[in-house]
């Protein structure tokens, strides 16, 4: 099936082979490449279109939006605002929770974006269908978001929309992906300094930015004030008293409790003044990881002699060095580096603080998205734990971008920069694991893994 872009078209379904549309001529592919399927959604200032690209091999779906003003006064601001999502996603580069950018035209008088398309479910659909999130499915969605936060501000973006319907739940990995930078602005010294239009949806925008002043910051205040609509089920209007100038989100858990700890992160989050909010999303990820939220320690770790070289290349982000240096610190802490592979039974010998130091250089370095606790976490997050089970470990795998297309990767194909997955490393030390590797992947070696996760556990 192809539907027509034409908004005018009475009849804008067609046969899928056809090239322009039998009832009013208009050519049914954008750019003569992008083939609308049918109709995902409309608004006051356009549609969106499930697409697919004929000139990519396998005809890969994506997303046509189309900008078409329906009696709109301001059209002129919302076709800039149009035209800006397409300048955001471009500038800022790829990223996997980012939906990339294929094209931006204008073709027939309108304009159009073309996206990658997102399989999957927003957040408010995921509510609707779930029910109140509890404590460990906001932790899971602040350690999961925050990483793509770092990444747009340092490329000096706001995204001034974050909200349920602009996070979307990938089915392939379970990971969220933040959508619609259509309200984004660069956070310049001067646009700072300036003041704007005020955009963003009212419920989860921050003050400064209700005035047209807004920083990064403010994206962390929506962040906050999403959590406490997930954890409530409330409009965030109804979980702040004017009269008392005060959130009063604590009153609405009704048998969802939430830790001391984590409150403290969500009252930082929605903090009306900025010198009184976490000052960035860095700051939140630490805490989110200090030893009473249950995660990595955010002391400096002890790095002793056998650690130097692994915190140099660490700290350049030497990522497959490191990942290699990891298993040599392992393979000389269990006596086994004249072996050159480690049995199950080595890592119960190996000290309590050398594997607590080696996962929390992992984790500071690259401020949680590798180390050993944060493969722990996305495991338990999928429902893991010491029962072995395949399909389980399959979906890890999955999940952290150790497989792919229903094949466990090479070690020479994995990612080893900033745009992996969250938990992608450290992964040598598990490929070191089974006599001459001829044990590797066929029946997974989970019982090191496993192993390592019980330490890390008794630490915790």
Known sequence: MSHCLNPQCDQPHNPSNANFCQRCGQPLRLKQRYRSLNLLGQGGF???????????????????????????????????????????????????????????CEEGGKHYIVQQYID????????????????????SLLLDLLPVL???HSGGVIHRDLKPDNMIRRWRDDRLVLVDFGAAKFATATALAQTGTMIGSAEY????????????????????????HLLTGLSPFDLF?????????????????????????????????IKERWPNATAVLTALQSPSMGGAATLPPVVTAEYHTLAQLLAQQQWEAADQETAEILLKLTGRDRHRWLRWQDLQAVPLPALETLDQLWVEASHGLFGFSVQQRVYERLGGNRLYR??????FGDVVGWRDRDRWLLYGDLTFNHLAPQGHLPRYCFTISGRHLQNWFYGWPQTLWFSVMAVLQRFN
């Open 241 to 273: 008293d004017v009269h008392e100038d005060c959130w009063m989100w604590r009153r609405y858990l009704f048998d969802n409790p939430v830790s001391d700890e984590l409150g403290r992160v969500l009252d930082g989050l929605v903090a009306g003044a």
């Open 150 to 152: 770092e990444f747009i």
């Open 46 to 104: 356009g549609r969106t279109f499930l697409a697919e690209d004929e000139q990519q091999p396998g005809q890969p779906r994506c997303v046509i939006k189309q900008f078409h003003p329906l009696g709109q006064a301001n059209a002129s601001k919302a076709i800039a605002l149009f035209q800006q999502e397409a300048i955001r996603l471009q500038d800022l580069g790829h990223h996997d929770q980012i939906p990339s950018l294929y094209a931006h």
């Open 390 to 395: 395949t399909s389980l470990w399959q979906k």
């Open 120 to 139: 999957g479910q927003n957040l408010t659909q995921e509510f609707q269908s779930q029910g109140v999130f509890n404590e460990a499915k906001i932790r």
């Open 205 to 228: 925008t921050a003050p400064e930015q209700l005035r047209g002043r807004a920083t990064p910051a403010s994206d962390l205040y929506s962040l906050g004030v999403t959590c406490l």
